[in-house]
């Protein structure tokens, strides 16, 4: 698994804790998509299974090592939804910790790894929470998750929070470069749109998806002078919610304009859609489009078996009623 400079410091950190006998048995990592969260967790159980670490690395050559590499290390436990369901249930999580009250098979730690702590449903989020209330030696727990604040309360309490914060951008700019050749106002772009995780910049900075992101600022300017439904194939895709999480920061960056905070944009490579859009509605117009938009985002993300083009039409018809009375469709 490859590793990030980001990562340096949280791993040091959690490594000395180890070190000095204080680190806490259960750890939630709370880190934004693509802050290869997974690449830390795997770094830390590298060094907890390794038999003879150097200091703040594992050795590579001891059997530990060897089983952790092979991703075959019968101690260390990833616990998440089977594929095609949202939700870990209670069976998988007794499966799991019914293991951990025996002796380790290879005598050292154990280790039991969540990727996505929300997918816990109720009874497999307490029945976790018996073995977090009697931590067992050397037994340790990682949980990840985007938004700890839907997790229950009492399986919070029960754990050690550690924010993964994003990089300075300048430090985030640099690894992008390094890695894809591009203008810097590409990089940047993306890398504001990605909440400021590198990784996920990078993905969308992926051919395919980043032609999505300038179609549809392509296709905007004639939409909102002519027919607003213009937009409607380009919004419509599988990956909707993105879409529409692209058309809200154009939004938000036309409020900027019109408060002179340009520098803040988060789309600094589209200044000229930033300021159509402040030049075609008012404040207070492209405000409430934002929110209107950010609930369909969610009506999408939510509702079941909702009609993804007949909701996209009566928003965009909806959104097209806010223009100023002097901009004519």
């Known amino acids: 698994m490859n590793w990030y400079p980001w990562l340096n410091q949280p791993y040091r950190h959690i490594i000395s804790q180890h070190q000095a006998g204080r680190a806490h048995h259960a750890l939630l990592l709370q880190a934004l998509d693509g802050m290869r969260d997974d690449a830390l967790v795997w770094g830390i159980s590298r060094w907890l299974m390794c038999q003879q670490p150097a200091g703040l690395k594992s050795c590579g050559a001891c059997h530990g090592c060897q089983l952790m590499q092979a991703q075959t290390h019968p101690d260390w436990y990833r616990l998440e939804a089977e594929k095609g369901k949202s939700t870990l249930g209670i069976d998988a999580v007794r499966q799991v910790t019914e293991k951990l009250y025996h002796y380790a098979q290879q005598g050292g730690a154990k280790i039991v790894w969540l990727p996505d702590a929300a997918q816990l449903s109720e009874s497999a989020a307490n029945a976790l929470l018996k073995t977090l209330e009697e931590p067992l030696a050397n037994c340790w727990f990682f949980l990840s998750s985007r938004e700890p604040s839907r997790l229950l309360a009492t399986l919070r309490s029960r754990c050690m929070t550690l924010v993964l914060s994003p990089p300075d951008e300048a430090q985030s ?3 992008l470069s390094r890695q894809l050749p591009q203008d810097n106002a590409a990089l940047r772009t993306a890398l504001r749109l990605s ?11 992926e051919t395919a998806r980043w032609q999505t992101r300038q179609t549809l600022c392509d296709t905007l300017p004639a939409a909102l002078r002519q027919d607003i439904l213009q937009l ?3 919004l419509n895709g599988e990956d909707v919610a993105e879409r529409i999480s692209w058309l809200i920061s154009l939004l938000i960056d036309a409020i ?3 408060l002179r905070a340009g520098h803040w944009l988060s789309n600094p490579d589209r200044q000229d859609v930033v300021a159509l859009l402040a030049q075609t509605f008012s404040t207070r117009a492209l405000d409430e489009s934002a929110r209107d938009w950010m609930q369909c985002r969610e009506q999408l993300l939510h509702v079941a078996a909702v009609n993804r083009e007949l909701l996209l039409t009566d928003r965009l018809l909806s ?3 806010r223009r100023k009375p002097d901009v004519v469709a």
């Open 195 to 205: 909440a400021g995780a590198p990784a996920a910049a990078l993905r969308l900075l």
């Open 319 to 321: 959104w097209a009623c």
């Open 173 to 175: 700019l640099q690894w």
């Open 256 to 258: 900027k304009w019109q």
């Open 232 to 234: 409607l194939p380009t």
